[in-house]
């Protein structure tokens, strides 16, 4: 159900980053890093205002065939999803599920002893994981 | 209670095994792994907690909810110059409490502190603040640690 999925680091690093699509893996990358900039101004404009405080930052902008989402860790690291427009029978819930199961799997994640914080997330069973949430079978 | 003692036994054996594969009593690893451990940790246990307004509020969380769910309790102060210097006191540590009190005890108390000291600055510099932490034990099982922010 979601086109693309992409975690971004502290240091707006990618540190992971597939997609459903492999013909539209370039421009579904450029989606990723043009919405770094709309997540740096949600976080910098509502400071103290209380829709900042929360950690899911909701639709940071769509285009015709894709509606991006954003989700910003207390560590500052980032989480993108592309989502197809013309879907609409994904809720805004099922968006903020996908976010919260894929920072379960990131906590996961980063808890391995084995992993380096700050390099790339190669490890198979994040990564199986976060394929079943994009096709929407978890 | 059961599981609780089971932190205690391992964080004995890491001190035991820090100390014992070096002769010069180096702290240093002993610190690194709580920094590790901090910083991976962090990330788990803020998971439910909306965004931090500023240094403070982080400082906060530290000692109420991070230290409530290590050590069981809350610290028992907290005290800032409001110029990045912040001083937290726990009047029974954790990892002191089992320890008996004395002078000559006293001298070992720095390997029992030094993975928590790595432990708050891991998990702080997760967060975005890059610090320095010190221990000071004057009389088990009391322990103070001073956060130092480097702001640069």
Partial sequence: MAFCIAVIGKDNAPLYLTTSDMEQELELQYHVNAALDVVEEKCLIGKGAPESKELYLGLLYSTENHKIYGFVTNTRVKFIVVIDSSNVALRENEVRAIFRNLHLLYTDAICNPFYIPGESLTSKKFDRAVQKLMSGTA | ?152
């Avoid at chain 2, 307004?53 to 969380?61: A, G, N, R, V």
Wanted: include cysteine; glycine fraction near 4%.
């Fill in chain 2, 1 to 152: 209670m059961s599981e609780e003692i089971l932190f205690d036994c391992l964080h004995a054996e890491i001190v035991n095994y820090c100390l014992d594969s070096n002769k010069e009593h180096d702290l240093a690893t002993l610190e690194y792994i709580g920094f590790t451990t901090g910083y991976r940790l962090i990330e788990r246990l803020t998971r439910e907690v909306s965004r931090f307004k500023d240094e403070l509020e982080t400082m906060k969380f530290i000692c109420t909810d991070f230290w409530m769910l290590i050590y069981k309790k809350q610290v028992d102060n907290l005290r800032t110059n409001n110029h990045g210097m912040y001083v937290v006191q726990d009047k029974a540590f954790r990892f002191l409490t089992r320890i008996s009190p004395g002078t000559k005890q006293l001298e070992h108390a720095p390997k029992f502190v030094a993975f928590t000291c790595g432990l708050v600055r891991g998990a702080l510099s997760n967060l975005g603040i890059n610090s320095t932490v010190t221990a000071e034990v004057q009389s088990i099982p009391a322990c103070k640690f001073h956060i130092e922010v480097n702001r640069n």
